[in-house]
């Protein structure tokens, strides 16, 4: 189980992904946070069940922030082929 782990993506804006507490198949924490190449409205979803405890996305405008809580890992496979993080 890795204790912290981070990654970044860049599609169709810039992403980036927080796993708290990582184990092979399950994450007590993950968080992404986002920022789109294109607008949108105000959304909010609120979920629980299909393999987490509780999970949220928030986008406002361009703006994107997801949370899972004790949730399968988030698409392993997406994350395989993507740049390294910039220098902050």
């Known amino acids: 189980m890795k204790l ?6 860049e599609d169709f804006g810039k992403e980036h992904y927080f796993f708290f507490l990582k184990g ?3 994450t007590i924490v993950q968080f992404s946070i ?8 105000f959304y ?10 509780f999970g949220s ?6 703006l994107d922030i997801g949370l899972d ?6 698409y392993p496979q997406y994350f395989e082929d ?7």
């Open 44 to 53: 909010l979803h609120l979920t629980s069940g299909m393999g987490k405890l």
């Open 24 to 26: 092979e198949k399950y």
């Open 34 to 41: 986002g920022w789109n190449d294109y607008p949108g409205g």
């Open 69 to 74: 809580l004790i949730g399968r890992n988030w």
């Open 4 to 9: 912290f782990e981070y990654k970044f993506v």
């Open 82 to 88: 993507q740049p390294e993080p910039p220098d902050l």
């Open 57 to 62: 996305i928030f986008s406002l405008y361009r």
